[in-house]
């Protein structure tokens, strides 16, 4: 069983930055945030493995979000720059070990002047 816990979110106006950060219990090879805002489906923000920590970011945020990751802190980040009103959403960290998945209980973001 793996435990995440998320934290960082908040309001935040636009052009703005955030870092949301998501502990885990045990190590978790590939960890990744996703984000759903009102009236829409899950969608995928950026992944990133434990062996080679290589990532992968969506491309409707590349170039202002990036993700990261400390094992010695069991803490994957999420840093978001230039934010803008549409990515206003709960951001949800995910986690998969041994074939199981495993999601936190998310944290809000709102971006709004």
């Known amino acids: 069983q793996v435990q995440l816990v998320e934290s960082g979110g908040g309001l935040v106006q636009p052009g703005g930055s955030l870092r949301l950060s998501c502990v885990y219990s045990?190590?978790?090879?590939?960890m990744s945030w996703y984000r759903q805002a009102p009236g829409k489906e899950r969608e995928l923000v950026a992944s990133?493995?434990?062996?080679?920590?290589?990532?992968k970011i969506a491309d409707s945020v590349k170039g202002r979000f990036s993700i990261s990751r400390d094992n010695r802190k069991n803490t994957v980040y999420l840093q978001m720059n230039s934010l803008k009103p549409e990515d206003t959403a709960v951001y949800y960290c995910?986690?998969?070990?041994?074939?199981?998945?495993?999601w936190g209980q998310g944290t809000q973001v709102t971006v709004s002047s």
């Open positions: 995910k986690g998969e070990r041994f074939l199981q998945t495993y």
């Open positions: 045990v190590f978790t090879p590939f």
């Open positions: 990133i493995t434990g062996t080679d920590g290589s990532t």
